[in-house]
């Protein structure tokens, strides 16, 4: 199989990209929403400097993404960070490298953005996701919380 090449993704990649974030249990009860509140957020997102959605690209087939965030801050000297979170792996495509390939061009764009650490997000509920992000050398190290501002929860 070869490995896939990586690129910013552009407004036609996201009915592609949505079925991938609604490819697994977790993404089936969340990403429900119109294909044009997909698009609108790709525009406000592509709009948002330090903000990418990256596509992995086999044979005009997307079959990973993930989001990459630029954030500044003071800590740590005034250290930038990457927040890479949704990432995903097409499900007949997961066991072949591929996510570490994911993970790799994700590190190097930050790399090459002068962020000084990396951060991943995943859901709790996401255990394989975390015994293969353990098995990259990340580390469980912060608790995070959420609250939604949406009256419907």
Do not use: W
Request: aromatic share 4%; hydrophobic share 40%; with cysteine.
């Amino acid at each position: 199989m070869s490995a896939p090449l990586f690129r910013q993704a552009v407004r036609g990649d996201v009915a592609a990209i949505s079925a991938l974030r609604a490819g697994d249990e977790l993404g089936r009860g969340r990403e429900t929403a119109s294909p044009d509140v997909y698009l609108e957020a790709f525009d406000r997102m592509s709009a948002q400097p330090g903000n990418s959605l990256v596509v992995g690209v086999i044979e005009d087939e997307i079959v990973a993404c993930y989001q990459l965030t630029l954030i500044e801050g003071l800590s740590r000297g005034g250290a930038r960070r990457a927040q890479i979170e949704a990432v995903r792996v097409a499900p007949g495509r997961r066991g072949a490298g591929i996510g570490h390939l994911v993970m790799r061009d994700a590190e190097a764009r930050a790399r090459a953005a002068g962020c000084a650490l990396v951060q991943l997000s995943s859901d709790r509920s996401r255990e394989a996701a975390h015994a293969f992000d353990e098995s990259l050398g990340y580390e469980a190290s912060h608790l995070g919380f959420k609250r939604s501002l949406r009256p419907d929860g």
